[in-house]
């Protein structure tokens, strides 16, 4: 998912989104982690842990995007039923995403860099005639 949703803007606007994307995770995914270690699968820790990550995305400066990813990775790493450790699923969620945005990065840049020589093609081609 975070793949068509990097590749839904240009490339120059994609990377800093994408930089938001994962330091959201990132954020989501270390609060979620050290919430779990202490209070497992508790809905207040959950709520006080989701302000706790608003707070820190408004020290940090990061865009209400990264707000949500963060609160989307704190949700699964917390309330989501599993057979591992929080930690696990912490880490996990944050290689997830990252993978995912970098994926979409790469097939972007080379959709791009693809389009480019199409286009270069079919005006020299449109020019000889």
């Known amino acids: 998912?975070?793949?068509?949703?990097?590749?839904?803007?240009?490339?120059?606007?994609?990377?800093?989104?994408?930089?938001q994307y994962?330091?959201?995770t990132a954020i989501g995914a270390a609060v979620g982690a050290l919430v779990?270690?202490?209070f497992p699968a508790n809905v207040w820790a959950?709520?006080?842990?989701?302000?706790?990550?608003?707070?820190l995305c408004v020290?940090?400066?990061?865009?209400?995007?990264?707000y949500r990813?963060?609160?989307?990775?704190?949700?699964?790493?917390?309330?989501?039923p599993r057979s591992s450790?929080?930690?696990?699923v912490a880490l996990h969620r944050f290689f997830e995403v990252s993978i995912g945005i970098g994926v979409g990065l790469i097939f972007f840049w080379l959709w791009?860099?693809?389009?480019?020589?199409?286009?270069?093609?079919?005006?020299?081609?449109?020019?000889t005639r």
């Open 112 to 127: 791009s860099k693809i389009a480019l020589h199409l286009s270069a093609k079919a005006s020299s081609a449109l020019s």
């Open 69 to 80: 990813y963060a609160s989307i990775t704190l949700t699964i790493v917390m309330l989501v």
């Open 36 to 38: 779990d270690v202490y």
């Open 1 to 19: 998912m975070s793949t068509l949703i990097v590749m839904q803007s240009t490339l120059s606007a994609a990377l800093p989104i994408s930089v």
């Open 85 to 88: 450790s929080g930690r696990l």
């Open 22 to 24: 994962v330091a959201g």
């Open 59 to 66: 020290v940090w400066r990061v865009e209400r995007s990264a």
């Open 46 to 55: 959950f709520g006080v842990a989701a302000f706790i990550i608003g707070l």
